[in-house]
C-alpha cells in the first residue's frame, strides 16, 4: 500500500466516522424524546386510573364523565402529535 493510498484511506474513514457520530447523536435525541413521550403516556394511564377508580366509587352524571375524559383525550392526542413530530423530523 503506498503512502498517498493510506492517506485516502485515512481521510475515508475519518468521513465515516464522523457521519457514524452525527447518527448516533440523532438516535439518542431521538430516544431522549422518546422516553419523555413515554413518561407521559404512562402519566396519562395512571390519570385515567385513578379517574375511573374516583369514578366507581362516586354517582355522577354522564356530562361530568365526558369532561374528565375529554381531557385525557386531549392529553393523548397531544402526545400522538408529538411523537408524530419526533419521527418525522430529522434532528
Do not use: H, Y
Not at 485516502?8 to 413521550?37: C, M, P, V, W, Y
Not at 390519570?47 to 386531549?74: C, D, H, P, Y
Amino acid at each position: 500500500m503506498m503512502p498517498q493510498d493510506t492517506s485516502k484511506t485515512t481521510k475515508s474513514l475519518t468521513i465515516e466516522i464522523g457521519l457514524l457520530k452525527e447518527d448516533i447523536e440523532k438516535q439518542n435525541a431521538r430516544l431522549l424524546a422518546s422516553r419523555a413521550l413515554l413518561e407521559e403516556i404512562m402519566d396519562i394511564i395512571r390519570i385515567t386510573t385513578k379517574t375511573a377508580e374516583l369514578f366507581k366509587r362516586q354517582n355522577i352524571n354522564a356530562e361530568s364523565v365526558w369532561a374528565s375524559f375529554w381531557g385525557i383525550l386531549k392529553e393523548c392526542d397531544e402526545a400522538i402529535f408529538e411523537m408524530d413530530s419526533v419521527g418525522s423530523r430529522d434532528i
